[in-house]
């Protein structure tokens, strides 16, 4: 299995995450900006999910709140910037426990033989709020997603 | 006369801009938020400002067009994250002419003795970005900027 490549050099504020699925690059690119299908997959495991908004277009806006198991709320949001497309999907990203710290996202889906190569490059505002992202667990939230991203691929390609 | 110290450190993706204005923090704040004194500031001397849009507050959007000599337009637009303070006003930052290329400012106003230090950090996302702003010839752009503000807070502090 393809594992979730996690990259952040020292002394830059970016992370980039890399991983291929075995997917076409528009199913993937539906569960991206489709929220019934975003909703089952990001996020760890153990929390749920509840989509607020989720204005998919130039100048729209997203939040949605994570809920763990003790019924802690953490909330998210943020605005996309440009027309979502496959080639790049362009937002920003707030946790709103830590109100100011923004973070810039870009998506970009490269299909390869069939299957599709997903690169998420987050640019935050200092190495200190990188850093922060990466403390703070960041880590088994983006694998938890991705491997359930790539069981929900597998369903929606065999139904 | 205090001069625009413009930082770019190389290998990262900012650029750090610093300058000290003789004036009240409360009344720079208002020369960056009031659209009617902006426009009296903002931009090389040579350019003219027209805002379209100017809502100052978490989710807000601002767009505004310069226009030189010989009528070419230059549009440039974003969105306010946060509610804007003296403390802390972050926002997205778009050119039109390079679609994709977002970058975030923090804006920070600190009085020293009743002078106001002004700070501002872009963040973008990549070197190439940054080098390319740089290279735009920005620095024209904000030293410009900088003494035209200078000289509307002392019209505004002589009236």
Redesign the interface.
């Known amino acids: 299995m393809v594992k979730t490549q996690i990259t952040a050099e020292p ?4 992370i980039i995450i890399e991983r291929e699925f075995d997917a076409p690059r528009d199913l993937v690119f539906r569960a991206y900006t489709d929220p019934e299908l975003l909703v089952q997959w990001m996020g760890p495991r153990d929390l749920t999910m509840k989509i607020e908004e989720f204005d998919v277009r130039d ?1 729209g ?1 997203w939040r949605y709140i994570s809920t763990d198991a003790d019924g802690n709320d953490y909330g998210f949001h943020g ?1 996309f ?2 027309t979502p497309s496959p080639d ?1 999907t ?1 937002q ?1 990203f ?1 946790f709103e426990g830590v ?2 710290h ?3 996202e ?1 998506l970009t889906l490269e299909e390869r033989d069939g299957r599709t190569h997903v690169r998420t ?1 987050s ?4 190495v200190e709020d990188r850093d922060g992202m990466v403390a703070s667990g960041m880590e088994r939230g983006v694998r938890d997603s991705d491997e359930r991203l790539e069981e929900l691929l597998a369903r929606l390609q065999n139904d």
């Open positions: 002394g830059t504020s970016q100048g806006k605005v910037h440009g790049a362009v920003t707030e109100p100011g923004v973070a810039l870009k490059v640019s935050f505002q200092s």
